[in-house]
């Protein structure tokens, strides 16, 4: 990652936390030293619509707070009815807000002047100047007119006079020019007094961070078929501009559709629902895999009986050919249908894993992180160890 101000370093969004505790710290250790607060940094993400920065720039707060000021309870002003946390009570804040709603030819909203934001910022803004926290600007690119706030409060430490708290730590979060989000370029003296970090994410970034609440389909495709299925917002929207796409934010959104929802493939509103939630790339790939895993039938047999000819055949087949296309589906979604085997008896683990060394390594490996996604209780059978250590070589 960039030590240096005004420098771009691309990061992970499971990598905020680690960004706003670094910071914070040197913040501390600058102002003690220097014993004002005119060389504090502020941060800034920029990052394309949909990869995650604010759901991970929240998580990264309570890191933040319990870490470098060890404050476990965080108070965030909206949440909580506009209330500022108070630090006299061990309470660490959070200010999140989007400002980029006001724009003066917007014919929809209230005609609100900068002067007039400005005053809203103000009544926003703690007071207090033993107020700690982090006060996060989200989509600030979207409006270059309020520009001029973001730097007063990131070069001078003020907004007219209001005085930035010592302990407070500005974040700006917002979409690159080129994202297709209507941002601006950032100004110099913007990306000067900040350190400035691009947030990508890609397949595997992705599960890491989120694979631990995933429905096993989605988990399944990500694993099998990488950025291709995870992330297709250039692609989608060079095909089907204005259409969804699959980003982080809506495979999860879609994920929670599935495992909260009781939604089934067999919903009249199933098929719409995947599509217009990550779009006809990636939800058409997903499609398939959860079609062709409901369509299995009796695998018992093939998993009883692997030498029986007519089923070596099978497994031959499918274990040998290309890893793309009908090909890939058809094996990835045989994996799927055995992890969800698992969620109610993590016992036939042992069973699973004698059928599924008759498939290449990848496939393997594929099946085991499924497996472990669907009941964890899988790493106590036997065979886990075995797996293990024959495949330390690919990741899990």
Not at 89 to 104: C, N
Not at 336 to 350: I, M
Request: aromatic share 10%.
């Amino acid at each position: 990652m960039s030590e240096t101000a005004g420098v771009s370093a691309t990061i992970r969004p499971n990598d905020m936390s680690t960004v706003l505790c670094q910071v914070a710290r040197t913040n501390m250790a600058v102002c003690k030293e220097e014993g004002n607060t005119l060389s504090k940094k502020g941060i800034m993400f920029l990052g394309a619509n949909g990869v995650g920065k604010t759901h991970a720039c929240r998580e990264a707060v309570d890191v933040l707070a319990k870490e470098v000021y060890g404050m476990d309870t965080v108070v965030d002003y909206h949440r909580s009815g506009f209330k500022h946390a108070d630090p006299s009570k061990g309470e660490f804040g959070l200010i999140l807000f989007d400002p980029s709603t006001w724009d003066e030819w917007d014919l929809t909203m209230p005609k609100v002047t900068e002067e007039y934001y400005k005053k809203m910022l103000l009544e926003l803004f703690p007071k207090d100047p033993n107020w700690k926290g982090a006060i996060v600007i989200d989509e600030f690119a979207k409006n270059y007119n309020l520009f001029k706030c973001w730097s007063q409060i990131v070069t001078a430490g003020v907004l007219d006079d209001w005085l930035v708290p010592e302990h407070a730590l500005i974040v700006l979060m917002g979409n690159r020019e080129g994202d297709n989000s209507s941002s601006h370029s950032a100004t110099d003296d913007l990306t000067s007094r900040t350190k400035r970090f691009t947030v990508v994410n890609d397949s595997t970034g992705f599960l890491e961070y989120e694979g631990h609440s995933l429905h096993p389909i989605i988990i399944a495709c990500c694993k099998y078929f990488g950025d291709d299925f995870a992330f297709t917002q250039a692609r989608e929207q060079e095909q089907n501009p204005g259409e969804p796409f699959a980003t982080a934010r809506t495979l999860k959104g879609l994920s929670n559709d599935m495992i909260h929802s009781g939604m089934t493939i067999g919903d009249p509103i199933a098929y719409a629902s995947v599509i217009g939630t990550i779009g006809l790339m990636a939800g058409q790939t997903l499609w398939q895999v959860w079609q062709t895993a409901e369509d299995w039938g009796d695998l018992d047999g093939l998993i009883d009986n692997p030498d029986d000819p007519e089923n070596r055949d099978k497994i031959a087949e499918m274990r040998d050919a290309d890893n793309e296309g009908l090909h890939a589906i058809r094996v990835i979604s045989m994996m799927v249908a055995l992890s969800q085997r698992l969620t109610h008896d993590h016992t036939q683990f042992d069973k699973f894993a004698v059928f599924v060394r008759n498939f290449g390594a990848e496939q393997r490996v594929a099946f085991y992180y499924l497996a472990q996604k669907a009941n964890p209780k899988v790493r106590n059978e036997a065979e886990f160890a075995k797996i293990i250590t024959d495949n330390q070589h690919y990741y899990f």
